[in-house]
Nanobody, 123 residues
Framework: QVQLRESGGGLVQAGGSQRLSCAPS????????VGWFRQAPGKEREFVAA????????LYADSVKGRFTIYRDNAINTVYLQMNNLKPEDTAVYYC????????????????WGQGTRVTVSS
């Protein structure tokens, strides 16, 4: 069973930056597509960004486009979400997910999920 572990969450002021990491338990995940999702208190989970296993294709939600960057380092089997110019509305628990073939924004298509890391943006 593949396990994903997110890290890098915490408290940050509005306008600041934070980098999240997603590290899987197995090296085979380096060939999986990976997505980041988030769930704010009282809201449904929403798509944030996704990246193909090659690292060449990325997809972003409109709400984070131009502020967030997803990238991966397959040499160390880690996917990152660099978040800049954070806003209070970015406050959420962030989850990474891996898919064996799917690449996109539909969470139900992802096969494996992490436990999440909380990001709180203060105004």
């Amino acid at each position: 069973q593949v396990q994903l572990r997110e890290s890098g969450g915490g408290l940050v002021q509005a306008g600041g930056s934070q980098r999240l990491s997603c590290a899987p338990s197995e090296r085979t995940v380096r060939t999986y597509n990976v997505g980041w999702f988030r769930q704010a208190p009282g809201k449904e989970r929403e798509f944030v960004a996704a990246i193909a296993w090659t690292g060449g294709n990325t997809l972003y939600a409109d709400s984070v486009k131009g502020r967030f960057t997803i990238y991966r380092d397959n040499a160390i089997n880690t996917v990152y979400l660099q978040m800049n110019n954070l806003k209070p509305e970015d406050t959420a628990v962030y989850y990474c997910a891996a898919a064996t073939t799917y690449r996109g924004s539909r969470g139900e298509e992802y096969n494996y999920w992490g436990q999440g890391t909380r990001v709180t943006v203060s105004s």
